[in-house]
């Protein structure tokens, strides 16, 4: 498989409205990312609130996104679940909808052995037929997936990279040390993002790039030319916003800065909720600082 999930990739919000999902808005975002420079896009994933959507509602925001990027950019589709034959029925249709790979989260609640997750991910990868991006986000899903199992995993060829949300820089560094230059690794979280990349992570699926695309984008082609000093200062500059958008659990704030941004409401599903006054007061502080890289109604 030689699809490239190397860059800055947003993990996308899922816009609502009353009565649904806002699937026009979600087309429109997807195409401003793509023309603000993103190299791929992911739907369904954490950020898109995916454990609140219908399953009708989890394959037609996948080929929607698919419709939206029209082949520009590679979709990595977010269809993991708790329940093997779930994850299996998500992968095929994404497969059919045209996505270019699958991003697969451990299996969250049943906190399943190291050989259940290689088996799970095996036999999701190989129903669907295409490249699979792990993702270990222990935090959320009560498991995590060692390094020694990744490497394991890292084998099939099928299974071609980790996006790695554990906060541990130390297993990452294992995790790249045991893969090899071949795997990608990719970071989760926008604040360990050039950490990552020095250490040899291939990029970041990103929370924070659904708002502010540009200087993520700006960040990793710095890196990537080398740019060292000129990264590390613009990492720095980002960092105040990347922890922002995580004073309350994502996607509470990233949906209400996008709502502050007048394109899709910035509504979340229960049991995610509005964020408190002093965190909302803190978001359109950023909101006003950072305006000018934010989608605008009609852009």
Not at 190 to 198: A, R
């Amino acid at each position: 498989m030689t699809v490239n999930f190397r860059g800055v990739i947003p993990a996308l919000v899922t816009p609502f409205t009353d009565n649904g999902v806002d699937y026009p808005a979600l087309r429109a975002h997807v195409d401003w990312l793509i023309k603000a420079g993103v190299n791929a896009v992911v739907p369904c994933g954490t950020t898109g609130e995916s454990p609140t959507l219908t399953n009708e509602e989890h394959n037609r925001v996948v080929t929607e996104t698919v419709e939206a990027a029209a082949g520009r950019i590679p979709v990595l589709a977010g269809t993991g679940s708790n329940s093997t034959a779930e994850a299996i029925d998500m992968s095929k249709h994404a497969q059919k909808a045209g996505a270019s790979g699958l991003l697969l989260v451990s299996p969250y609640y049943n906190k399943p052995t190291q050989e259940g997750l290689y088996r799970h991910f095996v036999t999701v990868a190989e129903a669907a037929g295409l490249p699979v991006i792990l993702y270990n986000i222990p935090s959320r899903c009560g498991v995590n997936i060692l390094p020694e199992t990744v490497a394991k995993l890292a084998e099939h060829e099928l299974i071609v990279g980790v996006k790695e949300a554990t906060g541990d820089l130390n297993q990452m560094i294992r995790t790249i040390e045991l893969c090899g230059p071949g795997f990608l690794v990719t970071c989760g979280d926008d604040g360990l993002s050039l950490p990552l990349w020095s250490v040899g992570g291939g990029g970041v699926i990103s929370v924070a790039a659904n708002a502010i695309p540009g200087p993520i984008i700006a960040l990793w082609r710095e890196w990537e030319a080398g740019k060292v000093a000129e990264a590390r200062k613009a990492f720095f500059d980002l960092l105040p916003f990347f922890k922002a958008i995580f004073l309350e659990t994502n996607p509470i704030p990233i949906k209400f800065l996008m709502g502050l941004s007048g394109v899709m409401s910035g509504r979340t599903r229960l049991p995610m909720c509005p964020p408190s006054a002093p965190v909302q007061q803190t978001l359109k502080d950023f909101y006003q600082k950072w305006s000018a890289h934010f989608p605008a109604p009609g852009k």
